[in-house]
């Protein structure tokens, strides 16, 4: 009886240690697949270029005098025969905007006393009609303007053509993302995460105003409109 009973059990234990045997395979082989990545993550960037058609340009007048009040309503003056010259020069009242009214001491050497007081007055303009920007200054600083700056340049499209370069962005991650799947020996699958990483806004243009007997310069050239996405997409 004693020997039956130990033969069952080591029969039992032959066919517990065959299955485990078999087993073992199929385990490394599930492991090596949690290990393989199940995604890509690329940065891809697009850019579109444009000819401005707006600009947007500063203009200030700076004035003295022994008393704040003194300064203040020569300036006032000033100021108002600055933007009266704009308008003329077709600039429309919804495209003017006052930033800065200011009113400041100056004092002396030793900084005890204070001999007089420097007052500033600065709009900015929006032109829609960029062959009228060097008109339009020299206009103003006939009129008065002592401080010009600008001209800021851009594209009245400039949300549409940036959505344009979002697209192109994403575009070049996905070539990218193609090359580095097949260089893989994997497939490129769906579009897992989408980050837009940053926007390059149009740069400013420095202008400086010329005599009032030759036409302040200016030239608009092209701007990029550069956007730049981060994309993550599964492999297959």
Known sequence: MKAVRIAAVAAALLTLVALSGVARPEGASSAATADAPTGITVAGTGAVTAAPDTATVGFGVLTRGRTAVEALNANGAEARRMIAALVAAGIDR????????????????????????????????????????GAVIDAAVAAGANQVSGPALESSDREKLYRKALEAAVADAREKAQSLAAASGRSLGRVQNVVESSYNAPVAMEAKAADAAAPTPIEPGTQEIQAVVTVTFALQ
């Open 94 to 133: 919804t495209d003017l905007r006052t930033d800065v009214v200011s009113l400041s001491p100056q004092t002396s050497e030793d900084g005890e006393s204070i001999v007089g007081y420097t007052a500033v007055n600065s709009v900015t303009a929006k032109l829609r009609k960029l062959e009228r920007v």
